[in-house]
Nanobody, 125 residues
Framework: QVQLVESGGGLVQAGGSLRLSCAAS????????MGWFRQAPGKEREFVTA????????YYADSVKGRFTISRDNAKNTVYLQMNSLKPEDTAVYSC??????????????????WGQGTQVTVSS
């Protein structure tokens, strides 16, 4: 069992930055690929970014490429999402997720085994 707890959300003006953190319980954190997803009101959950267990590979949605950076610290059981140049359309609840072993289908929410409760990110124009 893995428990995920996100933090770092909040209200920011367009063009600003936020860093989200996702702390995981358990002793096998490096065995899990980690992803960030977001869901805006009235919209489906959307893939944002993912990182392999070792941190050697990262993947991004086109909408955030060049603005967002995912990273992880396996010694701290934590994955991070650095969000720069934020836009109002980035407003959503952001959730981290863990996928044991990883998958080539990292964009699919159903591939992930554990989810955090989410943290709200609001970008004002």
């Amino acid at each position: 069992q893995v428990q995920l707890v996100e933090s770092g959300g909040g209200l920011v003006q367009a063009g600003g930055s936020l860093r989200l953190s996702c702390a995981a319980s358990g002793r096998t954190f490096s065995s899990y690929a980690m992803g960030w997803f977001r869901q805006a009101p009235g919209k489906e959950r959307e893939f944002v970014t993912a990182i392999t267990g070792s941190g050697g590979m990262t993947y991004y949605a086109d909408s955030v490429k060049g603005r967002f950076t995912i990273s992880r610290d396996n010694a701290k059981n934590t994955v991070y999402l650095q969000m720069n140049s934020l836009k109002p359309e980035d407003t959503a609840v952001y959730s981290c997720a863990a996928d044991y072993g990883g998958s080539v289908y990292y964009r699919r929410p159903q591939e992930y085994d554990y989810w955090g409760q989410g943290t709200q990110v609001t970008v004002s124009s």
